[in-house]
């Protein structure tokens, strides 16, 4: 079995502090196979990282849209924020990359209302149905449910922004990801939630100061 993380954050993005010696360790201890990095509106370390960690490293981006997040995988260059939900997945789609709902039904943080995700139900590859950060327990098995109703396919990700916590949450897959096999690999799979703790969750706001600092 392989594990799998599709979402984490890097210090490419202003609120994320995973440096590529966070990532190596993670691989290189077992923790984690496969990595997504998702930076928010910049996939700059991801693809520096996919030099380094070319077998284990999925470059991603979290994109802001003016209806909420969502992220692109196997992308091969950025794509600009605040474009229209269905416009940012046609650009997603120009790079033959997948459509991925990150932390949905999340009124916490840019959780795409569930309205919006109607609206784009056909165009979705894969569903967060866990993610470590959130704050709404229910939602986790609801969307799970969800999922499965809709024949979406889905995973856990921890949404990591620092190193305390990261490669706990993981999902298990029996081949190893790639662009053509991903959706069909996660359309029923384990996986390992883990709770983020404190620190986690408050390394977003701690790291927007330390960028402030370092800006300033």
Known sequence: MYKL?????SIASRD??????????VISSGMLDFVAITDH?????A???KEKLPENIIIGEEILTKSGEIIGLFLESKIESGLSLIDTIQAIRQQNG???IPHPFDNFR???????????????DIIECYNSRSFNFMN???IRQWAIKNSISYCASSDAHGKIGFGLTKTYVNLKPSK????????????NGHYAGVMARLYPTINRWRSLDNNG
């Open 47 to 49: 693809k520096e990282a």
């Open 140 to 142: 986790k098995q609801y």
């Open 110 to 124: 840019h959780g795409l209302k569930k309205e919006d995700i109607v609206l784009i139900i056909k165009e979705i």
């Open 41 to 45: 509106n910049n996939i700059s370390f």
């Open 16 to 25: 994320g502090s995973l440096t590529i010696e966070d990532y190596e360790r």
């Open 98 to 100: 997948i459509v991925y």
């Open 5 to 9: 993380d599709l979402h984490t954050h």
């Open 180 to 191: 053509d096999n991903i959706v069909t690999i996660l359309k029923s799979p384990k996986y």
